[in-house]
């Protein structure tokens, strides 16, 4: 049996590059399309943001990065609802009265130092302006799997902090 590459063979070859270039057209065209969409979405948030605030209650709330604890206040204030947004129309589009007030969300802040010198790894969190601490040497924190040794660590954690603002 001879090995060339036949009339047919090619022709299929042929109508399987074109398929696939097709395909590759209505891909390319696809993500050029959720782009826009994207980009047109994205500079709405920013409007909407712009105008209500970035902290409004509809936008997805944002991260902020605290360089030190001073920094730090003891709680955030945002605004909410009294009831579902979604029942804010009723009647054929006529408003329906809704309450908004604003609470204070308590922030929780966590930072991990290294001390190469002692060769200990120090946690701390500080929750509603309560502090809580974790030490650990290196050795230790090097001798169970990362996932088991942080559930350990937060768990231990959790609990004086919750120890501590159950006194209050």
């Known amino acids: 049996m ?6 047919n063979q090619r022709r299929k070859m042929r109508s399987q590059v074109d398929r696939l270039n097709a395909d590759l ?3 390319q ?5 959720l782009k826009a969409l994207g980009a047109r979405n994205q500079n709405i948030v920013e409007e909407t943001a712009h105008v209500l605030g970035r902290h409004f209650i509809t936008l997805d709330p944002s991260q902020e990065e605290v360089f030190a604890l001073d920094q730090l206040a003891h709680g955030w204030r ?3 609802s009294s009831r579902n947004i979604e029942s804010f129309y009723v009647d054929g589009g006529a408003p329906s ?8 969300l308590p922030i929780l802040h966590g930072s991990v130092q290294v001390d190469d010198l002692r060769q200990r790894v120090h946690v701390r969190f500080t929750y509603s302006g309560r502090n809580v601490g974790y030490g650990i040497s290196l ?5 169970l799997p990362p996932r088991i040794m942080a559930e350990r660590i937060g768990r231990e954690m959790a609990l004086y902090l919750k120890k501590d603002l159950e006194a209050l």
Do not use: N
């Open 2 to 7: 001879s090995k060339r590459f036949g009339r």
């Open 25 to 27: 057209s209505s891909a």
């Open 29 to 33: 065209r696809s993500i050029r399309e």
């Open 78 to 80: 945002v605004g909410m």
């Open 97 to 104: 009265p809704l309450k908004i007030c604003e609470i204070l």
């Open 139 to 143: 050795k230790s924190l090097m001798l």
